[in-house]
Nanobody, 125 residues
Framework: QVQLVESGGGLVQAGDSLRLSCAVSGRTVSRTAMAWFRQAPGKERDMVAAIGRSSDTTNYADSVKGRFTISRNNAENTMYLQMNSLKPEDTAFYYC??????????????????WGQGTQVTVSS
């Protein structure tokens, strides 16, 4: 059974940094396409950052490029999202996701079949 558990969310001020963690059990992160998504109230769940299955190819939403960094630690079987220069518009519930599919790209919610419960990130102005 695959489980994803996020941690690291919280309330911060604009300009601050946070690091989200996604601890994975039941699947090896080094061979898994993974991503961070976020969902604000009344909005769709959108991809923030993704990392490829067998390489470290990454993709970022335009709104976070240059500020957020996705990474994984194979020894800890954990994925991270380093968020710098946070803005109020980054406020959302953040979810980590993993995919068991073999796809050309992993950019949409339908591309992922395992999800964590999420963690709240609130950025005050």
């Amino acid at each position: 059974q695959v489980q994803l558990v996020e941690s690291g969310g919280g309330l911060v001020q604009a300009g601050d940094s946070l690091r989200l963690s996604c601890a994975v059990s039941g699947r090896t992160v080094s061979r898994t396409a993974m991503a961070w998504f976020r969902q604000a109230p009344g909005k769709e769940r959108d991809m923030v950052a993704a990392i490829g299955r067998s390489s470290d190819t990454t993709n970022y939403a335009d709104s976070v490029k240059g500020r957020f960094t996705i990474s994984r630690n194979n020894a800890e079987n954990t994925m991270y999202l380093q968020m710098n220069s946070l803005k109020p518009e980054d406020t959302a519930f953040y979810y980590c996701a993993a995919s068991s599919y073999y796809l050309r790209a992993y950019l949409k919610t339908d591309d992922y079949d395992y999800w964590g419960q999420g963690t709240q990130v609130t950025v005050s102005s």
